[in-house]
C-alpha cells in the first residue's frame, strides 16, 4: 500500500536505540584501551573497553559511536566507545558488557529468528554449575543462553574468539 512505511528491521530499531550516542570519527588508538576520535566537539579521547586487535573495524575515518562519562577522579577519558560502524553498514558493538544489553532489547521485542516466543525469565543466571547470561522459557522449555561479543565475522558467520 503505497505511503506506508517499511517495516523496522532489528538494525534500525537497535540505532533508533542508541540515538543518545556521540559519533566520531576514528583516528588512531594509542593503546589497548584507548582511542582518539573526532567528534562536532572537537578531538576527543575515549575508553575502549574492549583490547581485541579490531584491525578490520577500528580503520582510518570508521564512524564510532560513543557514550559520554561521567567525570570521575582517576579516570583520563570523557567517552567510552560503544560501538563502530563497518564498511558493510552493520554496527557492530565494540562495549563487550553492552552486548547483552542488545541481545536483551532484541529479546524483549522477539526479534531474534527462532526465539521469537522466547521470554527472559532472568538476567545472570547460576545454571547446573556455570552462569548463563540469560534464562528463557520458550514453547520448547527452559534454558540457558550465553552471549558473547563477535567482532569478527563473515557475510552470515560470526567467530569468537576473534584474536
Known amino acids: 500500500m503505497k505511503g506506508t512505511p517499511a517495516p523496522a528491521t532489528r538494525e534500525t530499531l537497535y540505532r533508533a536505540s542508541l540515538s543518545t550516542l556521540v559519533p566520531a570519527r576514528f583516528l588512531s588508538r594509542p593503546n589497548r584501551f584507548k582511542v582518539v576520535g573526532e ?25 564510532m559511536l560513543l557514550e559520554r562519562s561521567a567525570q570521575r577522579e582517576g579516570r583520563s577519558t570523557g567517552y567510552t566507545v560503544i560501538a563502530v560502524e563497518t564498511s558493510q553498514g552493520p554496527v557492530v558493538m565494540l562495549h563487550t558488557h553492552r552486548a547483552n544489553d542488545a541481545a536483551g532489547w532484541l529479546l524483549d521485542r522477539g526479534m531474534i529468528p527462532g526465539w521469537e ?27 540457558p543462553v550465553e552471549v558473547k561479543s563477535c567482532t569478527l565475522f563473515g557475510e552470515r558467520m560470526a567467530m569468537f574468539p576473534d584474536a
Open 39 to 63: 567528534t562536532a566537539f572537537g578531538t576527543v579521547e575515549a575508553y575502549l573497553p574492549n583490547p581485541g586487535r579490531l584491525w578490520e573495524l577500528l580503520l582510518p575515518e570508521a564512524r
Open 117 to 143: 516466543n522466547a521470554r527472559v525469565v532472568r538476567r545472570e543466571v547460576a545454571f547446573g554449575g556455570s552462569r548463563f547470561d540469560f534464562l528463557l522459557e520458550g514453547p520448547a522449555g527452559t534454558f
